[in-house]
């Protein structure tokens, strides 16, 4: 079945490094691919997300690279600052005519001051 | 807008009580999601409604468990008998409905199975 695998699981960086978090879909149908970030104790909330038709989208410190070639997309965080710290989800949509998402196992982000 | 409501917060109840968790969608959305988020199974999509139609149950782990939603802006995921491995936390999510569109998550119910 479809299935999204994220790397690492755990992510330790300094304040101001940069920090980048991986995902792989089996789905070649796969069209959206959003981003969570969700701290203690709260839902998760949508960060970015990136459509099949772009390669690159970056908002601010944050951005996502896809290669749907390799089916795999990234997130990229530069200068991290410690309210970064979170646990991180990336999500494939499912083929057209569903509206579900697969979502990634998340990584938890430390960011050290 | 208040985002997703959900409720309780917290619930701790005894194994074989009936537990029922409530989600108010976002107004005008039209799909709503119900997930289930535990340290060894990470994020479960158990159900989801589309226009108040049951479109994918797939996820729901066994009869025990039942949704319903009986108008737009409320929905309900009941657990009958209850078990110390539905011990978890429920999320309820919504969307405008449409493949690609960004899921709003409620700020989770944490259910406690004694």
């Known amino acids: ?113 | 807008d208040a985002g997703v409501i959900q409720s309780p917060r917290h619930e701790v109840t005894e194994m074989g009580q009936e537990v029922t968790l409530r989600c108010k969608p976002i107004s005008g959305h039209n799909s709503l999601f119900w997930y289930r988020q535990t340290m060894m199974r990470g994020l479960e999509l158990l159900i989801y409604f589309n226009n108040n139609v049951p479109i994918d149950d797939s996820g729901m782990p066994e009869d025990r468990f039942s949704a319903k939603m009986p108008n737009a802006s409320f929905s309900t995921l009941k657990i009958q008998p209850s078990e110390p491995r539905d011990s978890a936390v429920y999320f309820c999510a919504s969307s405008l409905g449409l493949a690609g569109n960004e899921q709003y998550f409620g700020p989770g119910t944490r259910l406690t199975v004694t």
Not at chain 1, 10 to 17: A, K, R
């Open chain 1, 1 to 113: 079945g479809e299935n999204v695998e994220q790397h690492p699981s755990t992510l330790s960086v300094q304040e101001g490094d940069s920090a980048v978090i991986k995902c792989t879909y089996s789905d070649s149908a796969s069209n959206y691919f959003p981003w969570y970030k969700q701290e203690l104790g709260k839902g998760p909330q949508l960060i970015i997300d990136i459509r099949s038709n772009v390669g690159e989208k970056k908002d601010q410190r944050i951005a996502v690279t896809l290669n749907k070639t390799a089916k795999h997309f990234s997130l990229h965080i530069t200068e991290t600052q410690p309210e970064d710290s979170a646990v991180y989800f990336c999500a494939a949509s499912m083929p057209s005519g569903t509206y579900k998402y697969i979502f990634g196992t998340g990584t938890r982000l430390k960011v050290l001051a």
